[in-house]
T-cell receptor, first 112, second 116 residues
Framework: DVKVTQSSRYLVKRTGEKVFLECVQDMDHENMFWYRQDPGLGLRLIYFSYDVKMKEKGDIPEGYSVSREKKERFSLILESASTNQTSMYLC???????????FGPGTRLTVT | AQTVTQSQPEMSVQEAETVTLSCTYDTSESNYYLFWYKQPPSRQMILVIRQEAYKQQNATENRFSVNFQKAAKSFSLKISDSQLGDTAMYFCAFMKWVGTASKLTFGTGTRLQVTL
């Protein structure tokens, strides 16, 4: 079974802090994705990566950056956390474009 | 830009009954995929069903089936013989190619409650 893990289920940070959200997949998938999920807005794509060290902006990249130094690991970075970044963050991976994306359990981030 | 619309924020169905969740999308692409994902309460998102746009035949997975109307840009999910375990948030998603990668656009979701 594909497994996508995220470093924390719940995280509380202060405004202005630098925040790292880690995602690891164990199935040698090429493509990895970061979404945020907000009530009434569904899932929105922040960034995605289709190869190591390659990244593309999604629909809402402002205030975020990413890092993918190894194939299995994709990190989301909030350079200076703000209260409007309080949300559920979901990581996903897929082997082949057009096929299933496998999701992690999510990190619920609260910025106070 | 692609948009995906789920017009039913919440739905309720009795156990063993059939329910249909609606989804419409807007795109100028001709080659794309459509998905329904399920997110049970406090659990991970999982794929329910997948449809390739070039296939006319509607996808089916056990009790789950879709009604794909390409011209109308409609992609509804039918759940037959509903079970309590079907209680979840359901998201419709549209996938298009971005170079050699793919990108999903999700709808806002429909919360389905299955009752006794």
């Amino acid at each position: 079974d594909v497994k996508v893990t995220q470093s924390s289920r719940y995280l509380v940070k202060r405004t202005g802090e630098k925040v790292f959200l880690e995602c690891v997949q164990d199935m040698d998938h090429e493509n990895m994705f970061w979404y945020r999920q907000d009530p009434g807005l569904g899932l929105r794509l922040i960034y995605f990566s289709y190869d190591v060290k390659m990244k593309e902006k999604g629909d809402i990249p402002e205030g975020y950056s990413v890092s993918r130094e190894k194939k299995e690991r994709f990190s989301l970075i909030l350079e200076s956390a703000s209260t409007n970044q309080t949300s559920m963050y979901l990581c996903a991976s897929s082997l082949i474009p057009g096929y299933e994306q496998y999701f992690g359990p999510g990190t619920r981030l609260t910025v106070t | 830009a692609q948009t995906v619309t789920q017009s039913q924020p919440e739905m309720s169905v009795q156990e063993a009954e059939t329910v249909t969740l609606s989804c419409t999308y807007d795109t100028s692409e001709s080659n794309y995929y459509l998905f329904w994902y399920k997110q049970p309460p406090s659990r991970q998102m999982i794929l329910v069903i997948r449809q390739e746009a070039y296939k006319q035949q509607n996808a089916t997975e056990n009790r789950f089936s879709v009604n794909f109307q390409k011209a109308a840009k409609s992609f509804s999910l039918k759940i037959s013989d509903s079970q309590l375990g079907d209680t979840a948030m359901y998201f419709c998603a549209f996938m298009k190619w971005v170079g050699t990668a793919s990108k999903l656009t999700f709808g806002t979701g429909t919360r389905l409650q299955v009752t006794l």
